[in-house]
């Protein structure tokens, strides 16, 4: 906005000006919290970070963070080999293929919705009843696995759909215009145009994974070691720095391992946006 619209809102839009004023209150307070908790959390964290924290194995000498470092990555990349199809191909389903409007779309819908307001521990009880109990899986990476795959997929299929529904129609009729049929529409002209709200979608379940605590702790385990299958236990950056801060003992490895849990987000979330930049480009 120019300097002479601005002045023009001033003296002639009372209203406007207060919701423009009011907008950009809330763009630096939202910016000012997040600097400061990314500054605190750093200026905490980086000091404590030394090369034993990255040692192969845990013990109580060295408090190491690379165990739950791996199963971290570990479980974030199962559940999205998981959750990402499933998610996306029952978002086109919903959008592309079924009628709009239909009492099965609802369903799903209000379904969708419902699982998605479910508080994580509900989760983590009921992947430790069913996933470690009743399929004998017991604490171990594929319970943490299918657990929280269920948690991110209400969200993944939300943004997806919408991504999907975002797109315009005249991109359909051009594509059937040209005789391609739906599928060669969706694969080749509605997914890439809906991908970046896709990728978008995807970042914020990774997010949601890596700090999940309860739904972890209650099917993965909260064990210091590396899995060495699916159905070996282990532990996450979020349950270790939790079992640190609770201990009370190692204050500094805690907000070590903050400091990394905070980069590794930060390294996710700029490798998604170039990703979605060059999917757009």
């Given at each position: 906005?120019?300097?002479?619209?601005l002045?023009?809102?001033?003296h002639?839009?009372?209203?406007?000006f207060?919701?423009?004023?009011?907008?950009?209150?809330?763009?630096?307070?939202?910016?000012?919290?997040?600097?400061?908790?990314?500054?605190?959390?750093?200026?905490n964290?980086?000091?404590?970070?030394?090369?034993?924290?990255?040692?192969?194995?845990?013990?109580?000498?060295?408090?190491s963070?690379?165990p739950?470092?791996?199963?971290?990555?570990?479980?974030?990349?199962?559940?999205?080999?998981?959750?990402?199809?499933?998610?996306?191909?029952?978002?086109?389903?919903?959008?592309?293929?079924?009628?709009?409007?239909?009492?099965?779309?609802?369903?799903?819908?209000?379904?969708?919705?419902?699982?998605?307001?479910?508080?994580?521990?509900?989760?983590g009880?009921?992947g430790?009843l069913?996933?470690?109990?009743?399929?004998?899986?017991?604490?171990?990476?594929?319970?943490?696995?299918?657990?929280?795959?269920?948690?991110?997929?209400?969200?993944?299929?939300?943004t997806?759909?919408?991504s999907?529904?975002?797109?315009?129609d005249?991109?359909?009729?051009?594509?059937?215009?040209?005789?391609?049929g739906?599928l060669r529409?969706?694969?080749?002209?509605?997914?890439?145009?809906?991908?970046?709200?896709?990728l978008?979608?995807?970042?914020?379940?990774?997010?949601?994974?890596?700090?999940?605590?309860?739904?972890?702790?209650?099917?993965?385990g909260?064990?210091?070691?590396?899995?060495?299958?699916?159905?070996?236990?282990?532990?996450?950056?979020?349950?270790?720095?939790?079992?640190?801060?609770?201990?009370?003992?190692?204050?500094?490895?805690?907000?070590a391992?903050?400091?990394?849990?905070?980069?590794?987000?930060?390294l996710?979330?700029?490798?998604?946006?170039?990703?979605?930049?060059?999917?757009?480009?």
């Amino acid at each position: 906005m120019k300097a002479k619209d601005l002045f023009r809102i001033k003296h002639r839009k009372p209203l406007d000006f207060c919701l423009f004023a009011l907008t950009w209150i809330s763009i630096i307070a939202t910016a000012s919290i997040l600097a400061f908790i990314i500054g605190y959390v750093l200026i905490n964290g980086v000091p404590y970070l030394s090369p034993s924290l990255f040692a192969p194995e845990f013990n109580m000498e060295n408090q190491s963070l690379f165990p739950a470092l791996v199963g971290t990555l570990m479980i974030v990349g199962l559940s999205l080999i998981v959750a990402v199809p499933l998610g996306v191909f029952s978002a086109i389903y919903l959008q592309e293929y079924s009628a709009r409007g239909s009492r099965f779309v609802k369903i799903v819908r209000m379904t969708t919705e419902t699982l998605a307001g479910i508080p994580s521990i509900v989760y983590g009880l009921f992947g430790f009843l069913f996933f470690g109990g009743v399929l004998g899986w017991g604490l171990s990476l594929m319970s943490g696995t299918f657990t929280v795959s269920i948690m991110i997929l209400p969200l993944i299929m939300r943004t997806t759909e919408e991504s999907i529904k975002a797109v315009p129609d005249t991109y359909r009729e051009g594509s059937f215009g040209l005789g391609a049929g739906r599928l060669r529409t969706v694969v080749r002209i509605v997914l890439p145009a809906a991908m970046p709200g896709i990728l978008a979608g995807i970042i914020l379940a990774i997010g949601r994974i890596i700090g999940e605590t309860a739904a972890i702790i209650f099917t993965l385990g909260n064990v210091a070691r590396i899995p060495n299958s699916l159905f070996d236990t282990g532990r996450t950056l979020s349950a270790h720095m939790y079992q640190l801060s609770r201990e009370g003992t190692h204050p500094g490895e805690a907000h070590a391992t903050a400091a990394v849990l905070l980069l590794v987000v930060l390294l996710i979330n700029a490798l998604s946006s170039r990703i979605a930049r060059l999917i757009k480009t």
